[in-house]
């Protein structure tokens, strides 16, 4: 007797596409209730590692620019992908190219899947203390703004719509469950 709760059995899969960003594979599945179909899973390479910078007034650290897909000029936490590097070597990197900071403690958070429907592509959320500045090394086409707010101002920027950055939202959101522990 299946369940809802059954894995799907997967019959098949290819690649459908690939470029150096992502790749979607297409998978010819048996759902839970014998069903057939044809499923697509966008694979991004990997996890990727947001920092939450806090310094000790309570300030934070947001990267701003223009994001084509969306359209948005996008205010967000440090984040992103770097291939063959643990979680936290990740996260120390994009901190210090993105701001120019470097952190000499570091705490896992918490951890989330973007967008379970559709990737397979997780979040690791990272608060980063005991701040040292330095010279920001964006990756080339990285156009970005760096801008220190208060951390207390991160919530009114997400509800006036001008942080609309998911893994930011989300980050924030665990902060907030997770800043006194």
Known sequence: ????????????????????????????????????????IVDRGGPFSIVIPLFPDRTTLLVGQYRPASKFYSWEFPMGYVANVDLLTMAKQELKEETGYEA?????????????????????VYRATSLTPGNAQPEEGELLEVKRVPVDEVKSLIQQGIIKDGPTIAAHSMMLLRLDT
Request: net charge positive; aromatic share 16%; hydrophobic share 25%.
């Open 104 to 124: 000499e403690h570091w705490k896992l958070i918490g951890r989330y899947f973007i967008g379970q429907g559709h990737t397979n592509q997780e979040a690791f």
């Open 1 to 40: 007797m299946h369940t809802k709760h059954d894995p799907w059995i997967v019959r098949s899969s290819k690649t459908a596409f690939r470029n150096p960003y992502f790749s979607v594979e297409e998978q010819q599945v048996t759902r839970s209730n014998g069903t057939e179909g044809t499923y697509y």
